[in-house]
């Protein structure tokens, strides 16, 4: 069931993240979000929550817990290409880039034209192949040769 005064709140949120207030954007999602819980059916929407922990994640504030509410819409409505970008931007910011790729990746599945998720695969770029192809990516030689690596151009 939509609430009309959660979702104007949001709308105003969403808003204010075009226009980088982004401590604004946060009241007005952590309204809509108590909105819908005091009005709607007691779960709040997953947009609500995806975009509430993005905000968090972007502004630096708690943001694994950010990474949690995006989680949470993903697991609400895993067909939802923007929940997954959402999801994908705030792992970026808790430096889990092996997840965000993962999530960027099946919410292109799902939108093969999303744009923001283009974008943001883009941006991260593209690994290279670890130089110890036998051993784990994470194994500390690779780590080490892949800095060096790095480090020379």
Known sequence: ???????????KGMEAMEKGH?????????????????????????????????????????????????REAVAMEGYNPDLLWNLGRTLLVADRRGEAHAALTKGLRLQRDHRGIILELKSMGVRRKPLVRFLRRNNPLNVFFGQLRNSSG
């Not at 069931?1 to 709308?11: G, K, Y």
């Not at 009241?27 to 968090?56: H, M, N, T, V, W």
């Open 22 to 70: 982004r401590d604004e954007a946060l009241a007005f999602f952590e309204a809509a979000i108590a909105l819908e819980k005091q009005f709607g059916s007691g779960s709040p929407q997953p947009r609500y929550l995806s975009q509430y922990g993005l905000c968090l994640s972007l502004l630096g504030r708690r943001k694994y817990e950010g990474v949690r509410f995006c």
């Open 1 to 11: 069931m939509l609430v009309r005064v959660a979702e104007e709140s949001f709308d």
